[in-house]
């Protein structure tokens, strides 16, 4: 029995005009009647020609009606009390012209650059889904699955290696979403097995807004009933063994420390590491530089202001809490709430030195490749000057070096303009969500490859849940339904009204 193959539904015919149909561009008429909409914008469109597959995406529709053309003619007939369509067939006349952009040439498997216009009269149809799934890229067996295309019933399962191995930017103004498609990342990440690949996860949560994963399982991802890994850790329970620091490391985390005053540390350390085998905290360091008499009395004092200072965040003891190797392991997710904390001095000091160790641990391979999810990014590695932030050179670090070793990044931010280009940049991938600050639109147009003018007005008009992915996850700029997440927080309020009735009752 021969099985009839059956062509996607057909859309519309091209036209012509004075300008199209060209090499990238090209107008169609849409079938269906007046009040049908079989064609929608942002939709991927296909026409078939002997070189291939010609895959577009519809960015604007316009209704046409030579009867309604005229505003005199429509204003002479209002002012008589007839509608137009009592006496012509408007609706006859009726019709939606659709413009589209050509995204590629989609060949034997493979995209190629659009090199020829298609035909006046050529019919326009739907793509279907295993091509577009082709020509985005996607991983419908092994992929991650964030929702659904938009406009179309092919779910969206990019593959982790082209979602994460070149850094990941999700952008989006408060309320947009962001921290929901964290959620369902994370969900996706947890749920892989060891064939399909699993990568440690390390997640720097601001506001306390995943401690609802720490008691997670699998059943509740709709796997197994084993046990998933999660382990959180909070923020005064973080301790930084002050044996491991040098004298530069903590010159950063004092930000204002002159080269003498860290030549002067160096040496106190130097003698501490040799008169302490079994570890040092900052107050011995207080007294080893209080009873050192080749210190000038300036720098004396101006170090034993700094090391007070440090102690008093209550962050540093003699030993790690927690061990920075244990707390990477493949499939595992540690969070690392800070929301104990109100000084963002004492956030960045945690930041800092969890990316300082992170990729010092990899380099070493000691540690399995790892993603160290950021939120609030904006806080930890601004455009502005470098001693606003101190965990900006370490973060800047691994976005320039940590892919070679696949320590990588997944940056949250609801102020891109806020962000540092340079980190920016070197996020080969973006989910973008609703935005409508201007000045956010036009960092996010600056450091984004392969996103223009079109894309980003409709950044503006994006619903809650809504996506915009452009970068090396996709072959062209991609609009996603994020899908429901698995697991719910418990006893969070859903708004400012339940909010307000559970706080009365």
């Known amino acids: 029995m021969v099985t009839e193959h059956i062509q996607p539904t057909r ?6 005009d004075e300008t199209t149909p060209n090499v990238m561009e090209f107008s169609f008429v849409v079938e269906g009647g007046p009040s ?7 939709q991927f469109v296909g026409v078939s020609t002997e070189s291939g597959l010609v895959i577009a995406r519809v960015q604007d529709l316009i209704r046409v009606n030579r009867y309604y053309q005229h505003a005199e003619a429509v204003r002479e007939y209002q002012s008589r009390g007839e509608p137009l369509r009592s006496i012509f067939p408007t609706d006859r006349w009726q019709y939606t012209v659709a413009y589209a952009r050509v995204m590629g040439l989609w060949v034997d498997g493979r995209t190629l650059r659009p090199y020829f216009a298609v035909s006046p009269g050529a019919v326009v149809r739907a793509v279907d889904e295993d091509t577009l799934a082709g020509f985005l890229r996607l991983d419908l067996q092994n992929g991650l699955y964030l929702g659904t295309l938009g406009h179309h019933n092919l779910e969206f399962k990019p593959s982790i290696e082209r979602l994460l191995s070149k850094h990941l930017a999700i952008l989006a103004m408060s309320g947009a979403g962001k921290s929901y498609f964290v959620s369902v990342l994370l969900e996706e990440l947890l749920s892989r097995t060891k064939e399909q690949g699993r990568i440690g996860i390390v997640l720097v949560d601001v506001h306390g807004e995943y401690s609802y994963l720490e008691k997670a399982s699998r059943k509740d991802l709709g796997l197994s009933e084993e046990d998933i890994e999660v382990e959180r850790i909070r923020g005064p329970h973080f301790q930084i063994p002050v044996q491991s620091l040098s004298a530069e490391t903590l010159g950063t985390f004092a ?4 080269p003498v005053q860290i030549r002067d540390l160096r040496r106190v ?10 570890g040092y905290s900052l107050e011995d360091l207080v007294e080893y530089v209080k009873g050192d008499e080749t210190i000038s009395r300036n720098t004396r004092d101006a170090l034993i202001g700094w090391l007070v200072g440090l102690h008093e965040t209550g962050l540093f003891g003699r030993e790690a809490s927690p061990e920075m190797k244990n707390i990477v392991r493949p499939g595992k997710l540690t969070i690392i709430d800070l929301s104990d904390f109100i000084s963002l001095k004492k956030k960045q000091i945690v930041v800092s030195y969890l990316a ?5 641990l990899r380099r070493q391979a000691k540690i399995p490749p790892f993603l160290l999810v950021l939120e609030e990014a904006h806080q930890f590695c601004p455009e502005s ?8 050179s370490q973060i800047e670090t691994i976005a320039r070096e940590g892919r070679k070793f696949y320590a990588l990044l997944c940056l949250v931010s609801q102020r891109p303009v806020r962000l540092s280009t340079t980190v920016l940049s070197q996020c080969s991938n973006q989910a973008i969500l609703r935005t409508t600050n201007p000045y956010d639109l036009e960092h996010i147009g600056r450091s984004s490859e392969g996103i223009d003018r079109a894309a980003l007005d409709t950044i ?3 619903e809650v849940g809504e996506a915009l992915f452009v970068g090396e996850v996709v072959s062209v700029p991609t609009f996603v339904k994020i899908r429901r997440r698995h697991l719910e927080p418990m006893g969070v309020a859903a708004g400012l009204l339940d909010a307000l009735k559970r706080a009365d009752k």
């Open 11 to 16: 859309l519309g015919t091209v036209v012509c």
């Open 269 to 278: 350390i130097v003698s501490m590491r040799r008169q302490r085998h079994h």
């Open 255 to 258: 930000v204002d420390m002159s």
């Open 460 to 462: 503006t008009t994006l």
């Open 385 to 392: 000057r470098q001693e606003l932030a101190l965990p900006k």
């Open 36 to 42: 049908e909409n079989v064609a929608r914008r942002g």
């Open 356 to 360: 300082r160790e992170l990729l010092h």
